[in-house]
Structure formats: C-alpha cells, structure tokens
C-alpha cells in the first residue's frame, strides 16, 4: 500500500530523508545553503516524490530513502514466553512448588507492558 509512488511518507522516512542530507553535508556533496534548503523542502514533503527531488542530484540515492526496518516484537516475546516457561519449569521441579509456575503467567502477561513502560519514561513530561 505505501509503495505508491504518490504515497504520503510516514515521519521515520522524513527523519530519514533528513539524516541522509545531513551524510550529505558532511561528505561534502551539499553546500550549507543547499543543505537548508533541502532539509526545509523535507520537512515540509508529503509525498515520496517530493522527497525525491532532494535527492535525485545525489550518487547512489536516485529513490527516496527508504523507511526503516524494524524488529518484529513478536518474535522477542516468543523468545522471552519460552525463556519463562522453561524457567518457571525449572524453578517448580526443583524446589517441587507449583506455585512456581504462576510466574509463567505474571511474565507473560506483563511482557507487552515493558516497552509501553519504558517508552514512557523516555518521553518528556510537561514541566
């Protein structure tokens, strides 16, 4: 759906159009006049083929910067559930509780809370 060549970009792919003018920069291809001007065309893009203007002078990015690539968290909670389980398995044979296995259940239900977590505390706050 977003491989639309008229397709609204998202904010990672405009915070990426700007990091990649700013490689510019400092490689030397852009000059600091052509660097602000394109960094301002950038900022106010919508579309990919705005942000393929910017770019179209530039070796090797003909296309507009691509969006990024993100983990699937999916798989780091299968990997954390299985490390519970085993654990919590481990835990009741040996100390032969079985109350050892409500851990299971406690991970495994606040697992998707840690990241909502932790974005929030990166998050500025009103002051």
Same mark, same amino acid.
């Given at each position: 759906m977003s491989e639309l060549p008229g397709a609204r970009i998202t904010v990672g792919e405009r915070e990426r159009a700007l990091r990649e003018l700013a490689e510019h920069l400092g490689a030397g291809r852009l000059t600091l006049t052509d660097? !602000? !001007?394109r960094a301002a065309a950038a900022t106010v893009a919508t579309t990919r083929p705005e942000l393929a203007?910017? &770019? /179209?002078?530039m070796? #090797? /990015?003909a296309a507009p910067p691509g969006e990024l690539q993100h983990a699937d968290p999916a798989t #780091? &909670? /299968?990997i954390m559930g299985g490390c519970a389980a085993t654990f919590a398995l481990v835990l009741a044979l040996v100390f032969g509780g079985w109350l050892w296995l409500l851990l299971l259940v406690v991970l495994l239900?606040? /697992?998707?809370l840690v990241p909502v977590a932790l974005r929030r505390r990166r998050l500025p706050g009103p002051s």
């Open positions: 660097y !602000e !001007e203007v910017l &770019f /179209a002078d070796p #090797g /990015a #780091g &909670f /299968a239900v606040s /697992a998707p």
